[in-house]
């Protein structure tokens, strides 16, 4: 009896100290990079930019990175996260590529005071990202560019978004939503063009 004793502590010690041991940590962490060149057009330097609100959906926005599992079925990653919640890399590089194609005077975040003397202003609204029939990662987003002093929409549109096919790896999601994010910021940058006094 003694001796299984002995054993039995002996056995105990030893699987606990493999179960209590440290686990290395796997994860990976990835961000949104601003990847706009300066335009040809001249710089708005006169022009103070509102950009915002800029939304995502609440299960978009957020640390842990999204697995389009089937046109059903969405899975968080355990191991690959985004280095803030994604909302926050998406305004900062929606921001920064905006401030690079046009030069403005600045881009403010939402919200401003009225004070701040804004002269354009953008909303971007971002849907769900889904698999279509194909296997592609698609989603959509909607940007309005708005006269801040009476609300009125200047312009409108809806933007396609395209993230790859099938089992798209966490390195091209980054990538492509910074592809994708400076394709955007393009299109608006056009259009703060054409209403810009």
């Not at 290395?24 to 915002?52: E, N, Q, V």
């Not at 920064?96 to 401003?112: I, S």
């Not at 849907?127 to 409108?156: K, N, Q, T």
């Amino acid at each position: 009896m003694k001796r299984l004793m002995i054993v039995l502590v002996a056995l105990i010690g030893t699987t606990s100290c493999s179960v209590l041991e440290p686990k290395p940590d796997t994860s990976r962490y990835f961000l949104l990079r601003a990847t706009a060149d300066p335009a040809a057009g001249a710089a708005l330097d006169d022009l103070i930019l509102g950009l915002g609100p800029v939304t995502l959906p609440d299960y978009l926005d957020r640390n842990e990175m999204l697995d389009v599992v089937g046109p059903y079925e969405l899975k968080y990653s355990a191991q690959n996260r985004w280095v803030e919640p994604l909302g926050v890399q998406v305004r900062r590089t929606l921001a920064d590529n905006l401030g690079t194609m046009l030069r403005p005077d600045a881009v403010l975040d939402y919200p401003w005071f009225t004070t701040d003397g804004v002269s354009l202003q953008v909303e971007v609204a971002f849907d769900a990202i889904r698999l279509d029939d194909a296997g592609a990662w698609v989603g959509s987003a909607e940007w309005v560019l708005r006269d801040p002093a009476s609300g009125r929409a200047l312009e409108r549109s809806d933007f396609v978004i395209q993230l790859g096919q099938d089992a798209v790896p966490p390195e091209q999601v980054a990538s492509g939503m910074s592809t994708e994010l400076e394709r955007l910021s393009a299109e608006i940058s056009a259009a703060v063009r054409r209403h810009a006094r």
